[in-house]
């Protein structure tokens, strides 16, 4: 055995000798730090390497790519689904308790919840309410539950005999807490009679303000509305107050996470290395019309094809000369292509002939709809009409038209 001298100085040498490395490892550092070119160079290299100089692939051969993955631990995805369906009875016994449910967790919930409504809600009345879409239009949405139970109401003849409704105006036109006010007095055991709300994303874009919220929140306390709603972002619980979770919405909270990808609800998002355009454009549009109505779409039709054909309406420029101080005064015509738009009461004379709308106020409706998805631009023509354009080129308008079917 060595001396424990031995031993001590054996430990010391060998410290030394890391200590040496890491100097040495130092001393290089700074040495190829110093080897570097200026400031101004670096600053000039830097310049010339930009984001926007990346050639991105297009947003179509990129979403097919990602199709081509194969989707990975299948069946236990199968099982986990399985085991949520076997907690249908459950959900169902909470709604007509008068709860509020509320899925959160990691993957998208629109099929499993569009399942549970289709096989499990068939005794009420569902409205489905697309959370992910840039924008909704809420009041509609609380004036279609009115008039449904408005409808109930006259084909069951439960009204008191001599006594009339307080809103004697079509819902759409009444203000928002004269509807909830109705919808409060709607009381009823028939289980038929009940709506239930089922909304994606209640944490989606345009559901994320404390107006929106509030809406809802009145909607969901009502007798006979119950709410099933999903979420995913990870501070939605921050959208309400005590008194909207407890006393308005009654969330009975669930966990399922369902590991689905978010087809549907990220068309609206961008992909960070795709390229953007008309595409991603187009198939956004498609995806909105979809969720409306066929009178709807059929209205967004007729525009279109009158866009497609008028699309090189000729106008005129005229520049006075004089303001650019020239000698003779005189007027400069200049011929340009350029649609300017439908005539809103071209629109509602064609539409009429067609049987889409019935009234203004129909097709006013449809209107409201198409501006809040930002389907439509509306601008006054020269002679004070208000006209209607689609904003997409000709190819992307025909190739919506081609998909839409």
């Given at each position: 055995m060595a001396p424990r001298g031995a031993r001590a100085a054996a430990a010391a040498s060998s410290g030394s000798e890391d200590e040496e490395e890491e100097a040495g490892f130092s001393r290089s550092y700074f040495l190829a730090k110093e080897k570097e070119p200026?400031?101004?160079?670096?600053?000039a290299r830097a310049a010339a390497g930009k984001l926007s100089d990346l050639k991105l692939v297009d947003e179509q051969v990129l979403r097919a790519s990602l199709a081509e993955i194969p989707p990975k631990h299948e069946e236990e995805v199968e099982a986990l689904t399985r085991s949520y369906k076997d907690q249908y009875r459950n959900w169902l016994f909470e709604l007509r308790c008068g709860f509020?449910?509320?899925?959160?967790?990691?993957?998208?919930?629109?099929?499993l919840l569009e399942d549970f409504a289709s096989t499990?809600?068939?005794?009420?009345?569902?409205?489905?309410?697309?959370?992910?879409?840039?924008?909704?239009?809420?009041?509609?949405?609380?004036?279609?539950?009115?008039?449904?139970?408005?409808?109930?109401?006259?084909s069951k003849r439960k009204r008191q005999p001599g006594t009339r409704s307080q809103l004697s105006q079509p819902f759409p036109s009444q203000s928002f807490d004269d509807i909830i006010s109705f919808l409060k007095r709607q009381t009823s055991d028939d289980v038929d009679d009940q709506v239930c709300l089922l909304i994606h994303n209640i944490d989606g874009p345009a559901l994320r303000d404390a107006e929106s919220q509030q809406c809802l929140a009145q909607v969901s306390c009502c007798p006979q509305v119950r709410v099933v709603a999903s979420t995913d972002h990870v501070n939605a619980p921050l959208l309400w107050d005590k008194k909207m979770v407890h006393t308005q919405y009654r969330w009975s909270w669930y966990h399922i996470p369902t590991f689905a990808p978010y087809k549907v609800e990220c068309v609206f998002y961008p992909l960070i290395l795709a390229s953007g355009g008309h595409a991603q454009t187009t198939k956004t549009a498609l995806v909105v019309l979809q969720s409306l109505t066929p009178n709807a779409q059929s209205v967004f039709r007729v525009l279109a094809e009158y866009q497609l054909a008028n699309e090189k309406e000729e106008g005129e420029f005229i520049v006075d000369l004089d303001s650019w101080k020239s000698s003779d005064g005189c007027t400069l015509i200049l011929h340009w292509f350029c649609f300017s738009g439908m005539p809103v009461s071209s629109l509602y004379t064609k539409c009429r002939e067609r049987f889409l709308v019935s009234s203004q106020v129909t097709l006013n409706s449809h209107l409201t709809e198409f501006k809040d998805h930002d389907l439509v631009k509306i601008r006054k023509h020269s002679d004070g009409q208000d006209c209607l354009r689609i904003p997409l080129v000709s190819d992307a308008l025909e190739k919506l038209l081609q998909e839409l079917g």
């Open positions: 200026s400031s101004g160079k670096k600053r509020g449910l509320l899925m959160y967790g990691f993957g998208s919930k629109k099929q499990t809600l068939t005794d009420f009345t569902v409205i489905v309410i697309n959370g992910y879409l840039p924008s909704i239009n809420l009041k509609q949405v609380v004036a279609t539950i009115a008039e449904m139970f408005w409808d109930q109401a006259n």
